[in-house]
């Protein structure tokens, strides 16, 4: 349920978010003003596993990003290789096109192996 | 499983000044001075950095001058842990229990935080003086040395982009804070060059091999240094050195105040434990 | 840059105020409640749920934040260099938490920016209890010991807050904490068994911090309008009464580790009630603090306006930059 995540789910906007000439960059946002832009941090925790969502933070531009996110989510041996992108560069799925877009593996059970019992007991099936 | 992922957390295994102290290695009169030294410098200068957690300009900041902050205090523990085996005294025998005449460190590390600015010049100058001594300091005789300047070496380096970073950003960002960021050099730089005079304890432990030449460290600073104010577009101020004396134990009008502050309370308290 | 504009429908916000619930939206927001389930950022949510989020998640944040002053005031007169570095890395923590807090406001969509402008106009609340001087080292012992245990106490139930991010947030907060307490207890724990001053020093500190933390839970439940609400959103888990009492009966055990005592002759536990009692605290005393009329309010509020007014010129600086490097690249692909 509760996911390594800090924040966003997926680092875009919210509903209820009113925001015309989104910028298309992180650079392009602090161009605006002096409020640094959103960044969505992921964390490797060690080599074999994928980078997880670790969570936001603010930051001038890339470079500055990804140092803020290691002085911010590695100062307890957290992780091995850190990945920061702007959060106004990730694309998410649409929540009220949840139906179309996620029904449709629902009850395809054939899908999985559980689905398949008289071969149980087989060794190595 | 990936709910943990991302907050694992661990101690790490890297050394701590607690391994010093258990190691039980005692040091030599002369590299216990020596290692004074060094312990100081990051002392002080962790002391001052301090003041900057919880006043950042952005809380990115409050936590990244803190991570700084705790590897000198880090370092400062080490290498006073060791200085102390020689004399059978504590990191914090020697912290709060010396006078100011008895502080070993240089100018540089004692100068007031000043704004922003002239905290990331004080960095730039420091994290690449201490970058090119412990890289040389590693392959010192003395194994506690090169083993703590291992440990630093690799934090100091990220201390040192750190500053270039900032540099860069204040030199190429708006006019004030270009003006500001070329003040701030220009009032750090007369204590840049007390870091690279050599004394005679100095050049008796480098020569026994145990110790680095500041002197040696000069030219690789100078090229460090050069090419991040370079590429900010700004000069190598020109402003005359200002004499020092911090090794020898002569201080300028900052560090009593500095000390006053960091010792009041254990010195109310002869003798306790904290 | 394509697959940006065709992904628009969904990354567009639904304005605000336009205020109409689509087909099925509120029912689809009880029953993930109702199964205990999670809000995340883009679902559809009532306006009332999500101001009381953001009030509730910022006013969290901006207690992280002023609550780094009280213990920073030591940091340069720590008595020993372990307890220095102690020290220092559990107030940066507190930077780190305050972030991460804002973040998740962030996802409501409240910019941290207008969140710091509203604390430095002295228009948000935060906890009381850093409206309180810390007077002596033994102090940064009772604030990690009473003031955060008690925090942790609040805090582990919104770990699973129905608001997402708000709940993952708080994992990480507290598991970042679990070393605060212990340390300010240690603290404590030193001092008690220390040399006589020092010993009367942690009393004075348990002395002094001992009814703020208790009030560190909120008013009583029967003066607290808005739990309610906000245990039916599953924002809340407990109420606060339930939780002062759980605090209450864990200190009262502590505290004979420590061979000191509370200063508070009524608690006792009651068998009927299941509870932990304890006298009765200054409602009033509270209610002025935080109206802003506490020992620190202004001091504190001063502290936070300067470093942003000061640090305004790098913020500025380094967002020029950003925007200048930006604009060179674009030229040069040009």
Known sequence: ?125 | MSSDSATRITPGNALRPEDIVAAGNKAPADVAEYALRLGDDSLILAQRLGWWISRAPELEEDVALGNIALDLLGHARSFLSYAGSASSRTEDDLAYWRREGEFRSAHLFEQPNGDFGRTIARQLVVSFYQYELYTALMSSTDSTLAAIAAKAVKEVDYHRDHSAQWVLRLAGGTEESRRRITRALELTWPYAGELFEDDELAVSLAAAGAAVLPSSLRERFDAGVGAVLSEAELEVPQVPAAPGGGRRGRHSEHLGYLLAEMQVLAREHPGASW | ?334
Not at chain 1, 2 to 7: N, P
Not at chain 3, 126 to 133: D, E, H
Not at chain 3, 217 to 239: C, E, V
Request: with cysteine; hydrophobic share 40%; charged share 25%.
């Open chain 3, 1 to 334: 840059m394509s697959l940006h504009t065709d992904a628009s429908p969904g990354l567009q916000a639904v304005p605000a105020e336009a205020e109409s619930v689509p087909d099925g939206a509120q029912a689809h927001f009880e029953q993930l409640l109702a199964e205990d389930s999670r809000i995340e950022p883009r679902d559809w949510m009532p306006e009332a749920y999500r101001k009381t989020l953001v009030r509730q998640i910022s006013q969290h944040a901006h207690s992280e934040i002023i609550g780094m002053q009280p213990e920073a005031n030591w940091i340069t007169r720590a008595p020993s260099l372990k307890r220095k570095s102690i020290l220092m890395a559990k107030v940066q923590d507190e930077a780190g938490h305050g972030l991460y807090l804002y973040s998740a406001a962030e996802t409501l969509g409240t910019p941290r920016e207008k969140m710091t402008e509203d604390l430095i106009a002295g228009k948000a609340r935060y906890s009381s209890i850093f409206n309180y001087p810390t007077l002596s080292w033994a102090d940064m012992g009772a604030i990690g010991w009473l003031v955060d245990g008690a925090a942790i106490c609040n805090q582990v139930p919104l770990c699973r807050a129905s608001y997402g991010p708000y709940g993952r947030a708080m994992v990480r907060v507290c598991k970042e904490e679990s070393f605060h307490q212990r340390q300010g207890f240690e603290i404590l724990l030193e001092l008690a068994n220390g040399t006589g001053a020092q010993r009367g020093m942690a009393q004075d500190a348990i002395n002094r911090w001992y009814a703020p933390s208790l009030m560190m839970f909120g008013p009583p439940d029967d003066d607290s309008p808005n739990s309610k609400q906000s245990m039916a959103w599953n924002i809340k888990r407990f109420s606060n009464d339930e939780l002062r009492s759980r605090f209450v009966g864990m200190i009262v055990e502590q505290v004979k580790v420590l061979g000191l005592t509370l200063p508070d002759d009524s608690i006792r536990f009651n068998e009927d009630k299941q509870q932990w009692e304890h006298g009765p605290l200054d409602w009033n005393e509270f209610k002025e603090v935080l109206a802003g009329r506490g020992p620190c309010n202004a001091q504190r509020l001063a502290r936070r306006r300067e470093a942003h007014e000061d640090g305004a010129w790098v913020r500025e600086a380094a967002a020029a930059y950003a925007a200048k490097q930006a604009a060179a690249q674009k030229t040069e692909v040009a």
């Open chain 1, 1 to 125: 349920m509760v996911s390594g995540s800090t924040t966003g789910d997926d680092g875009s906007k919210p509903a209820g978010t009113q925001t015309s000439a989104e910028p298309e960059t992180a650079a392009g946002a602090a161009a605006l003003g002096s409020a640094w832009p959103l960044w969505e941090v992921f964390v490797r925790s060690s080599r074999g596993l994928s980078h997880v969502h670790a969570g936001s933070l603010h930051a001038p531009d890339a470079q500055m990003a990804v140092r803020n996110a290691r002085d911010l989510y590695t100062r307890r041996n957290e992780g091995v290789s850190l990945w920061v992108v702007p959060a106004s560069a990730i694309v998410a799925s649409d929540p009220d096109a949840k139906g179309q877009f996620f029904e449709s593996p629902q009850g395809k059970d054939y899908r999985h192996a559980t689905y398949y019992t008289k071969s149980e007991g087989v060794k190595h099936l």
